[in-house]
């Protein structure tokens, strides 16, 4: 496209609704390690990375619960997640390489536990550990 074209005299009206964020919803969902209980999240999106997000907290231990309700015409979206049984620091290479940002929970499980264990993230060839034991 080689220009756009405006007409004005027209009043915009309606609404949108605003998908929600995946470089705010990943430290999200790791940092709920650290609150050792159950966290609600809202207008997280559904995409391969935040599923990758969960499947290595339910692998850690956590439990994820998807409810889906109607309000007002509108459909909400809320996951309820419970760290509260996490009793694992070790990231299967399995999960890890799925995604570079699986990264994240390193910190978390840091803050809880003083350690953790995983291997190389995911589509980064080039990172600059093989595999890691911090303790």
């Not at 979206?77 to 929970?105: A, G, P």
């Not at 978390?108 to 003083?114: E, H, M, S």
Request: aromatic share 8%; hydrophobic share 35%; charged share 25%.
């Amino acid at each position: 496209m080689l220009k756009y074209i405006i007409h004005g005299g027209n009043r915009l009206e309606g609404e949108v609704e605003v998908s929600g964020s995946k470089n705010a919803s990943l430290p999200i969902i790791a940092a709920t390690i650290l609150n050792q209980g159950k966290t609600t999240l809202y207008n997280v999106p559904e995409i391969h990375d935040t599923k990758m997000m969960f499947e290595i907290l339910k692998e850690l231990g956590g439990n994820v619960t998807k409810k889906v309700s109607k309000s007002k015409g509108k459909t909400i979206k809320k996951y309820i997640i419970d760290t509260s049984k996490i009793n694992k620091y070790k990231i299967s290479e399995k999960l890890m390489c799925q995604m570079r940002s699986s990264v994240i929970f390193v910190g978390a499980l840091l803050g809880r536990y003083g350690k953790a264990v995983f291997s190389y993230p995911g589509g980064c060839e080039n990172w600059w550990i093989h595999r890691t034991s911090l303790k």
